[in-house]
T-cell receptor, first 116, second 116 residues
Framework: SAVISQKPSRDICQRGTSLTIQCQVD?????MFWYRQQPGQSLTLIAT?????????ESGFVIDKFPISRPNLTFSTLTVSNMSPEDSSIYLC?????????????FGSGTRLTVV | KQEVTQIPAALSVPEGENLVLNCSFT??????LQWFRQDPGKGLTSLLL?????REQTSGRLNASLDKSSGRSTLYIAASQPGDSATYLC???????????????FGQGTILTVHP
């Protein structure tokens, strides 16, 4: 299965600033997903990032707050914009291969974001 | 809307015990189901993937079963060890077709503590 390198692993950011998180996959994956895990909670899907098209956002998440890029089949970024303390979470990316359908999903190691 | 529930929310056992973690989902139209492990502050590690046509998968001391029609999966851990202490997450992947295709819906997780 694919291996995903995610960075940064953690960051402490000032309120009102933006942070871009990167995920690099060691093989081509059709679909990439970005999740948020708030303290003590499970994972919530933010958006689906497909190469060559606009990201699809879940209810409660908007592009202006979480712009996503997917320039090719091995790379994606998520930006957390105009941050507030409520954005303090772990952000994770994952990737899967379609064609036969998702075979299984690999996750990056996560980015622990603290907004002060 | 798919909902995934995991029982129990937390489990504490002495080393050596065999244990069962439960996962249920409301929509049986799934493509596959995955069990993940998450260590504190870390990303997710995939443990087992069961395709919708399969009944079970085994890896070492882990065995996962799937009863798609009843919307249930169990993760069996044999001879538990302190190193098994982690949060265990169950996630289902929506079936092919439709806007939910490929998305993982997670349960809230079971926090497992195995004490020596």
């Amino acid at each position: 299965s694919a291996v995903i390198s995610q960075k940064p692993s953690r960051d402490i950011c000032q309120r009102g600033t933006s942070l871009t998180i990167q995920c690099q996959v060691d093989s081509q994956v059709t679909m990439m997903f970005w999740y948020r895990q708030q303290p003590g909670q499970s994972l919530t899907l933010i958006a689906t990032a497909n190469q060559g098209s606009e990201a699809t956002y879940e209810s409660g998440f908007v592009i202006d707050k979480f712009p996503i890029s997917r320039p090719n089949l091995t790379f994606s970024t998520l930006t957390v914009s105009n941050m507030s303390p409520e954005d303090s979470s772990i952000y994770l990316c994952s990737g899967g291969v379609t064609g036969q359908g998702p075979y299984g999903y690999t996750f990056g190691s996560g980015t622990r974001l603290t907004v002060v | 809307k798919q909902e995934v529930t995991q029982i129990p929310a937390a489990l504490s056992v002495p080393e050596g015990e065999n244990l069962v973690l439960n996962c249920s989902f409301t929509d049986s139209a799934i493509y596959n189901l995955q069990w993940f492990r998450q260590d504190p502050g870390k990303g997710l590690t995939s443990l087992l993937l069961i395709q919708s046509s399969q009944r079970e998968q085994t890896s070492g001391r882990l065995n996962a079963s799937l009863d798609k029609s009843s919307g249930r999966s169990t993760l069996y851990i044999a001879a538990s060890q302190p190193g098994d202490s982690a949060t265990y997450l169950c996630a289902v992947v929506a079936n092919a077709g439709g806007t939910s295709y490929g998305k993982l819906t997670f349960g809230q997780g079971t926090i497992l503590t195995v004490h020596p």
